[in-house]
């Protein structure tokens, strides 16, 4: 009954490759999808998504939602080590009133 | 640094002790929550605040554990009568909802703090 799945769940690139995440949820009444970045501590804020087919974009890392299908993407293109971490999904639904991450994609991006 | 800060960063504590940890959110934000995460987990929801008012408790809030927001700034998570399963990172984020509104809780961007890491042996 996991609410919201990525894949994969963990992946070893090199420098300079482009990498796309992927984030499926199953939720009544969605409302938001947020990718967030956690490297050693805390999870930082990447993108907040609502409208399907709206691309969002910050430099190398650039998101789409698609819900029709119930899915986000996340694509990191020309990698550094720097974007080593693991990227987490959280789908906000039920109105709002719930919230619930996804168990992460460890991204390993090598020299 | 006017992020969202805890303390301690890092707990060891035996089995059956009580511990606390805190947060200090974002100055302006007036939501609060707090979140738990095991190894290769997503953080799991447990509790929130709006202002002083704790609204929401997850299921997964057993009896020991409380949290207060008391002049609705700081807050802090206590865990009586600690278990090894109690093992994990506990994380704060804050977030700022429109004022005089009532909105749904998870609707505002929630900015996390390191985390307190806690063991239990």
């Known amino acids: 009954e996991d609410k919201v799945v990525q894949s994969p769940l963990s992946l070893v690139v090199h420098e300079g490759d482009t990498v796309t995440l992927n984030c499926s949820y199953e939720?009544?009444?969605?409302?938001?999808l947020l990718w967030y970045k956690q490297e050693k501590k805390a999870p930082t804020f990447l993108f907040m998504l609502?409208?399907?087919?709206i691309e969002k974009k910050s430099g190398r890392l650039s998101s789409i939602l698609d819900k029709k299908e119930l899915f986000s993407i996340l694509n990191i293109t020309a990698t550094q080590t720097g974007d080593s971490a693991v990227y987490l999904c959280?789908?906000?639904?039920?109105?709002?009133?719930?919230?619930?991450f996804g168990p992460g994609t460890r991204l390993s991006v090598l020299p | 640094d006017t992020g969202v800060s805890q303390n301690p960063r890092h707990k060891i504590t035996k089995r059956g002790q009580n511990v606390t940890f805190r947060c200090d959110p974002i100055?302006?934000?007036?939501?609060l929550y707090w979140y738990r995460q095991t190894l290769g987990q997503g953080p799991e929801f447990l509790t929130y605040f709006q202002n002083e008012a704790q609204l929401e408790k997850s299921r997964l809030l057993s009896d020991r554990f409380s949290a207060e927001r008391p002049k609705g700034s700081f807050s802090t998570l206590e865990i009586q009568r600690t278990e090894q399963g109690d093992s994990a990172m506990y994380l704060c984020?804050?977030?700022?909802?429109?004022?005089?509104?009532?909105?749904?809780?998870?609707?505002?961007?929630?900015?996390f703090g390191p985390g307190t890491r806690l063991t239990v042996l």
């Open positions: 100055s302006e934000h007036n939501r």
């Open positions: 984020a804050s977030s700022l909802s429109p004022v005089g509104q009532r909105a749904a809780p998870h609707t505002d961007t929630q900015y």
């Open positions: 609502t409208s399907s087919g």
């Open positions: 939720v009544t009444n969605f409302r938001s």
């Open positions: 959280a789908v906000v639904w039920n109105y709002g009133q719930n919230f619930v």
